[in-house]
């Protein structure tokens, strides 16, 4: 028994010493002091000893146990101690390394159209309001005073979905939910993508426009014409010309198209401008008391006025874009030039 018991002592230290992980450690623990662990069935077999030698062999026993575990402790903590340290030196950042450039993309020309128009139009204290692009007939046309059959329906190119559904053809549904949303004052701008079965180098299927609507308790054509020269100069520069030539939405009255001075020839006459010195950029008018109607306003004593632009067709006239298709193909090489 005593031999048994410094043959497993001298094995048990070889073992630890030359153990190098965590693991492996604790695998020698359970081998020896583990349940079924070798020392564990030495121990058991001490009730078939002579009683006398029992106490000294018990003794010796747990010494050699003792023994063991002090080396198995040691043994863990260093190996802990070296996994900690291996991984600090493995994950040490090398601070004199050159760094790895982010690769950045640029913002696409009609985001920055966008967010440049949003910004000056926030300066005229015109907030940014929102709505869904599937949107339903009755705030698409016919809270618009488009009245179901009218043919003014015919020129939006409509793309249905079903029951009542549509894909928006304008932002001016915005007008509508902003009006059901808030008393007047209104003063809001609503960006947003829209479509319309058309497809060519100056039409695509889905494109950008931006709503304005303006409501208060004396707002007239004038300030519509003031808000539209500001705006024009701004993102065009001093000085644009604005031209209003009469046109018809069911949903103004009076009714414009509205034209800036050609920005590609400097009103002299191009192919862009077809020779006439002028660009149309948008629509626009005093709000239909019609409108007022289907969202409970009350068109006696309120006024406003409405307009609306097609986006891309500013981006094509501010970077000198001569095809439509060109913003929306994704090519690499032309976007990075924003
Ligand atoms: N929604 C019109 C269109 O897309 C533009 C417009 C907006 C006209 C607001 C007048 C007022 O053609």
């Not at 949003?118 to 705030?139: K, M, N, Q, R, T």
């Not at 068109?299 to 500013?314: K, Q, W």
Request: proline share 5%; glycine share 8%.
């Amino acid at each position: 028994m005593r031999e048994k018991l410094e043959q497993l002592k001298c094995c048990a230290m070889a073992a630890i010493a030359a153990a190098s992980s965590v693991d492996a450690l604790q695998d020698i623990r359970i081998s020896l002091l583990g349940r079924k662990g070798e020392l564990t069935s030495l121990m058991k077999g001490l009730g078939s000893l002579d009683p006398a030698e029992r106490p000294v062999v018990g003794q010796l026993v747990n010494s050699v146990r003792d023994e063991i575990e002090a080396a198995l402790g040691s043994a863990l903590e260093s190996a802990q101690n070296n996994f900690i340290a291996t991984r600090i030196q493995a994950e040490r950042i090398d601070t004199s390394l050159p760094g790895r450039r982010a690769q950045k993309g640029t913002k696409h020309p009609v985001s920055l159209v966008i967010e440049e128009i949003c910004s000056i139009f926030a300066g005229l204290g015109f907030a940014v309001a929102e709505g869904p692009e599937i949107e339903h007939d009755w705030y698409n046309f016919e809270a618009l005073n488009f009245p179901p059959e009218h043919p003014a329906r015919d020129m939006q190119d409509t793309f249905f979905v079903e029951n009542n559904l549509l894909l928006r053809t304008h932002t001016s549904p915005v007008q509508i939910r902003t009006m059901l949303k808030q008393k007047p004052p209104v003063r809001i701008i609503a960006p947003g993508t829209v479509y319309r079965c058309d497809s060519d180098a100056t039409h695509s299927p889905m494109f950008h426009q931006i709503e304005g609507l303006m409501v208060d308790s004396r707002v007239t054509f004038g300030d519509l014409k003031g808000v539209l020269t500001v705006f024009t100069n701004q993102l065009f520069g001093q000085k644009t010309g604005v031209r209003l030539r009469p046109s018809y939405f069911p949903f103004t009255e009076p009714s414009a198209e509205v034209d800036i001075a050609c920005v590609i020839c400097g009103s002299k006459g191009c192919r862009i401008c077809k020779n006439s010195g002028w660009l149309e950029i948008l629509g626009a008018g005093m709000v239909d008391p019609e409108v007022y109607r289907h969202v409970q306003y009350d068109a006696e004593n309120i006024s406003g006025f409405a307009f609306g632009m097609g986006i891309e067709r500013i981006a094509m006239l501010k970077y000198g874009i001569s095809d439509m298709r060109l913003l929306f193909e994704n090519d690499v090489r032309f976007l990075r030039q924003f």
